[in-house]
């Protein structure tokens, strides 16, 4: 049974900080992995998208990579802003199985 | 992307009685949608997978007699939610995968309270 788990489960930083968020999964037989993010109470709106052959994914100053073999994946926030305050979920997409399993999330602050 | 409406947005309702909430794709037509509940400061469980125009597959532990799915059209999905408990409290989020498989689009969610 797939498992994603995502560390820390909440981060504070101050607003102009470098970040990163990381995100494990227990198995590798992936045909893609997504972050999301999440606003109190609002849907999920997606960030990145990388498919199972893929490294990496850049949007603006977002960066998701991925390493399959180990289960692993993080995403890089460049100069953090008071507006990237959000939930940030990962959700893997496993092989045969149109669903995603999501991580528990970090819930991100930013700080002016 | 797709985009994907629910509603309502927010309802209370007493203990035992029925709850439906909609969600409809406006831009796709989706044979597929997936509604996912979730609790406060959890993740997001996958409750069922809803087919259009054949019966709903639920993931394990739900019960489907309780949680009732139709998906009746290309556009329109809908899950009630039947003799709702305080329990039944939660945040339920649809989502349909548009025109690839790659990914999904989630609706804007809908806060059942139930007193």
């Known amino acids: 049974k797939q498992e994603v788990t995502q560390i820390p489960a909440a981060l504070s930083v101050p607003e102009g900080e470098n970040l990163v968020l990381n995100c494990s999964f227990t198995?590798?037989?992936?045909?893609?992995l997504q972050w999301f993010r999440q606003d109190p109470g609002k849907g999920l709106t997606s960030l990145l998208l990388?498919?199972?052959?893929?490294r990496e994914q850049t949007s603006g100053r977002l960066n998701a990579s991925l390493d399959k073999s180990s289960g692993r994946s993080t995403l890089y926030i460049a100069a953090s802003q008071p507006g990237d305050s959000a939930t940030y979920l990962c959700?893997?997409?496993?092989?045969?199985?149109?669903?995603?399993?999501f991580g528990q999330g970090t819930r991100l602050t930013i700080n002016p | 992307g797709a985009v994907v409406s629910q509603h309502p947005s927010w309802v209370i309702c007493k203990s035992g009685t029925s709850v439906k909430i909609e969600c409809r794709s406006l831009?796709?037509?989706?044979?597929?949608m997936f509604w996912y509940r979730q609790f406060p400061k959890q993740s997001l469980m996958l409750m069922a997978t809803?087919?259009?125009?054949?019966?709903?597959?639920?993931e394990q532990g739900v019960e489907k007699d309780k949680f009732l799915i139709n998906h009746a059209s290309l556009t329109l999905s809908t899950l009630t939610v039947t003799s709702a408990h305080p329990e039944d409290s939660s945040f339920y989020i649809c989502?349909?995968?548009?025109?690839?498989?790659?990914?999904?689009?989630f609706g804007p969610g809908t806060r059942l309270t139930v007193l």
């Open positions: 198995d590798s037989a992936i045909y893609n």
């Open positions: 959700a893997v997409n496993p092989q045969g199985a149109q669903k995603l399993v």
């Open positions: 809803s087919n259009e125009g054949s019966k709903a597959t639920y």
């Open positions: 990388i498919q199972s052959s893929q």
């Open positions: 831009d796709f037509q989706a044979t597929t």
């Open positions: 989502s349909e995968g548009g025109p690839s498989t790659d990914t999904q689009y």
